[in-house]
């Protein structure tokens, strides 16, 4: 297991190389000169060129990029453009937020996929199989900008009952200690903040668990339905196990390999796909900061953005392929 893990992480180097190269090349295609974008319209030729030579944008490609790899090995994730920040000085802010977002999102997603999955898996052929995978079907065809628009519509404005957008109330913020906001508010031992926090989580973090949500659903009731024709289920149930043991215990544990593959391949997913969550809910995460960079063709940020959330991907996959091991003993990695 050791060696293998050794093995996976040297292998995730070529991986990170390959994508900052692809997204400096991407990047670099977009129309614009950030210099122009920067001073503006009316600013003076010989003033876009000054500060095109003070970004360092007049060099040749390969300086560049090699001058943006060799800061990345010292841990320098570059200056904004806009900002004039070091970006690891101000990525964290945004990145604890869409980590929080997504992390509620997995959890709702996990809870609700993976039960109605194995209810629909018991039930096979039941009113609760033929709703729950027309929900799913519903779930996974449903854009999130619409469902988005729809939960704010129905329980922000029309009830009252949860807050349209941001990550706090206004007039009462959080103070900030992992920038991560249910956690500082336990921390300081505000439960008024915290459940505004929650509040303020519930609808962007269902809006966003919706595919995954679906996803997980059916991947679960296939894999569940093909364990519970096993010899050994019927022996479990021929023994006079209760109904839960041998749905949670026996029959689960052995399903739950591509359950898990998919609910890691999610976790990247909500991590680098949440723009339009964040910018319908006015959610300050990684999409909205990489947008708002685009927008400003801030080169620095995007690539750091995209290359940050691209090695928490393959870390969770790294992850994923690990537990394997973990949670079948018949997985071996030599």
Known sequence: MFSYTIKRV????????????????????IPGDPAQIILGQLATKEAVADLTKQLGLDQPWYIQY???????LTGDLGESIKTKTAISQEVWPYLAATIELSFCAIVIA????????????????????????VLALIGVSMPIFWLGLMEQWVFAINLDWLPTSGREEVRNPVTSITNIYMIDTLLQGRMDQFWDVVKHLILPAFALATIPMAIIARITRSSMLEVMRSDFIRTARAKGLRMFWVVYKHSLKNAIIPVLTIIGLQTGLLLGGAILTETIFSWPGMGRYIYDAINARDYPVIQSGILIIAFIFVMINLVVDLLYAVIDPRIKYN
Request: aromatic share 18%; hydrophobic share 65%; net charge neutral.
């Open 10 to 29: 040297l292998s995730l180097v070529p991986v990170l190389l390959g994508l900052s190269l692809i997204v400096f090349f991407m990047i670099r295609a």
């Open 66 to 72: 090699f001058t943006y790899l060799g800061g990345l």
């Open 110 to 133: 996990i809870v609700i996929g993976v039960n109605a999955g194995i209810i629909s898996a018991w039930y096979q052929n039941s009113w609760f199989d033929y709703i729950a995978m």
